[in-house]
Each structure stands twice: as structure tokens, then as C-alpha cells.
T-cell receptor
Framework: GENVEQHPSTLSVQEGDSAVIKCTYS??????FPWYKQELGKGPQLIIDIRSNVGEKKDQRIAVTLNKTAKHFSLHITETQPEDSAVYFC?????????FGTGTRLQVTL | DGGITQSPKYLFRKEGQNVTLSCEQNLNHDAMYWYRQDPGQGLRLIYYSQIVNDFQKGDIAEGYSVSREKKESFPLTVTSAQKNPTAFYLC???????????FGSGTRLTVV
């Protein structure tokens, strides 16, 4: 089955700096790659996604890039703010279900 | 407002007891999923259902059971056979197999 690895597990940045989270996947049939943000005690919320026929997608301060050849995709957050502090999960879809990475705890400090 | 409702938010269970977690959605989504979340292990799939009256085991189905009698509802039963049930349980739904998931707010189960 699909295996998704996510790095780093924790990330601390200063407010205004950029943050990058990276994921790799194993199944070349995976064709959909969403990113979720989870705040403490809540369920994950979809923040951006990308399909395998697209190399990059941007939505205001967040962007995702996909390299199908290398089987890796990344989340980029620019001009980070304290409210960006949360746990972020990447995921990959092969067949009919998503496989999630182990999460990255992002801390944005003042 | 459309969404997924999980109840209760917190649940305490004595060892040896079965307990059922509720998940209801009014999004008219066909597919529903149950995940377990433990610190440092991400989200692991327990069961999923793509249509009413049909469901499949995920990666960690042992000690759990589900039913899908209605499109809106996908309850999860944690049985006494589950050796380490203390965890945060998340229910999700998707309009079809090509889209992302909408998650509920979770149920934190503690075995005492």
C-alpha cells in the first residue's frame, strides 16, 4: 500500500519568515495530494490540495509543489503569522483512500 | 450549515466494555471514514464506507466494528477486543473517491 513520509516533525520559525514542509510518497499511482491543518483539540481542515497533472498551486500565502518523478511534494507558507501555529498533515491518495503523513508541528514565534 | 458531527467530544470507558462513537453528516457525501490519531503517529485508517450497506477494513480494523445503514451515519464501536483503545478518533466524509475529506471535530476516548 501507499506510504507517506513527512519532515520535519517539528518546525519553529519567527513571525514573517517562511516555512517549508516536505513529504514523499511511494505509490506512483497516487494522483491527489491534500494538505490539512489541525489546531489543538479539533479535526483537520483542508487548506490546499494538488492533483498529479499540476506542478504547483498557490492560494495567498500558501503554496504546494509536486514533483511526480521524485515522488515528493511540499507545502510552503510565506509571511508566517502566529495563527499559522498548528499541526500540518500531508496525504496522498491511491485507489479510494488517503494515506497521511505523521504530521509537522509548526510553531510561529513573535 | 452542512458538516460532520461527532459525539460525544469526550468519552470514558471501563476496561472490558464496548462503546459506540457517533458520526453524522448532512453533506450528502457518499464516502465516510474512521481514523485513529495517536501522538507522533499521524492518522491511521480503521474502516471506510463508500456506499450505504457496504464498508471495508482499513489498516487497523482489529477490535473495531462499524455499520452503514444510512447515508448520513457511520457509527464506530470500540470493542473490548481492542487492546489499546485510548486515542483521539476522527470521522471524515468525502463526496466521492476523487475529492478531499471533511473531518469532524473528533472524540477523545479514555479507558479507565
Amino acid at each position: 500500500g501507499e506510504n507517506v513520509e513527512q519532515h520535519p516533525s517539528t518546525l519553529s520559525v519567527q513571525e514573517g519568515d517562511s516555512a517549508v514542509i516536505k513529504c514523499t510518497y511511494s505509490d506512483s499511482a497516487s494522483n491527489y495530494f491534500p494538505w490539512y491543518k489541525q489546531e489543538l483539540g479539533k479535526g483537520p481542515q483542508l487548506i490546499i490540495d494538488i492533483r498529479s497533472n499540476v506542478g504547483e498551486k498557490k492560494d495567498q500565502r500558501i503554496a504546494v509543489t509536486l514533483n511526480k518523478t521524485a515522488k515528493h511534494f511540499s507545502l510552503h507558507i510565506t509571511e508566517t503569522q502566529p495563527e499559522d501555529s498548528a499541526v500540518y498533515f500531508c496525504a496522498a491518495r491511491a485507489a479510494s483512500k488517503l494515506t497521511f503523513g505523521t504530521g509537522t508541528r509548526l510553531q510561529v514565534t513573535l | 450549515d452542512g458538516g460532520i458531527t461527532q459525539s460525544p467530544k469526550y468519552l470514558f470507558r471501563k476496561e472490558g466494555q464496548n462503546v459506540t462513537l457517533s458520526c453524522e453528516q448532512n453533506l450528502n457525501h457518499d464516502a465516510m471514514y474512521w481514523y485513529r490519531q495517536d501522538p507522533g503517529q499521524g492518522l491511521r485508517l480503521i474502516y471506510y464506507s463508500q456506499i450505504v450497506n457496504d464498508f471495508q477494513k482499513g489498516d487497523i480494523a482489529e477490535g473495531y466494528s462499524v455499520s452503514r445503514e444510512k447515508k448520513e451515519s457511520f457509527p464506530l464501536t470500540v470493542t473490548s477486543a481492542q487492546k489499546n483503545p485510548t486515542a483521539f478518533y476522527l470521522c471524515a466524509s468525502s463526496i466521492d473517491r476523487e475529492r478531499g475529506y471533511t473531518f469532524g471535530s473528533g472524540t477523545r476516548l479514555t479507558v479507565v
